[in-house]
């Protein structure tokens, strides 16, 4: 399990640790764009609490930058969709120092969402991770992971879902 450690004040670092080939790693993350790095690389663990990871949100807002180096992990029409933007238009907010608030919070709930998924129902195996998001499931009535990962709420009942898989309440 992981450790963060921060102070309330921006600036500050948060200190996550986490296991890779046997030994315990940290990473600093001095930022909200650090810490969807951290949890999309797949490393094991890296996990900050949300209220660690609420103060990184309140610190520093998502850049454009780190936005198109994240369409190369979750697929660009589902950041669209959570970040309420046309994909067509995705590329105006890549040019942005900064996106707002707003919208840096829905991509804190999307890179959570995706890491859980990713590390804890398929070890990082993108292959059947993307089969899995396409696939309709009937505990979501019908509906498909993907489909229900666009939207704040279609996350939250996204979770709960997840949440029952990894202990065991649905067969």
């Known amino acids: 399990m992981a450790t963060t450690q921060i102070a309330s004040q921006?600036?500050?670092?948060?200190?996550v640790e986490y296991e890779e080939d046997g030994k315990t790693r940290i990473v600093h993350l001095s930022n909200i764009d650090d810490l969807f790095k951290a949890r999309l690389s797949g490393r094991r663990g890296s996990r900050a609490s949300l209220l660690k990871t609420r103060q990184l949100v309140i610190s520093s807002k998502a850049t454009g930058k780190t936005?198109?180096?994240m369409t190369n992990v979750i697929p660009r029409d589902l950041i669209a969709e959570a970040l309420e933007v046309n994909p067509t238009n995705l590329s105006k907010l890549y040019r942005r120092k900064e996106l707002s608030r707003t919208q840096t919070e829905g991509l804190e709930d999307l890179t959570h969402l995706?890491?859980?998924?990713?590390?804890?129902l398929f070890n990082g195996n993108a292959e059947l991770m993307t089969r899995w998001l396409d696939t309709p499931v009937p505990a979501l009535e019908g509906d498909t992971p993907k489909a229900l990962m666009g939207t704040m709420t279609g996350r939250k009942v996204l979770e709960g879902y997840i949440d029952k898989l990894k202990y065991g309440d649905y067969s």
Request: hydrophobic share 45%; charged share 40%.
């Open 10 to 15: 921006p600036g500050k670092v948060v200190k």
């Open 114 to 120: 995706w890491r859980d998924v990713a590390q804890d």
């Open 67 to 69: 936005l198109r180096w």
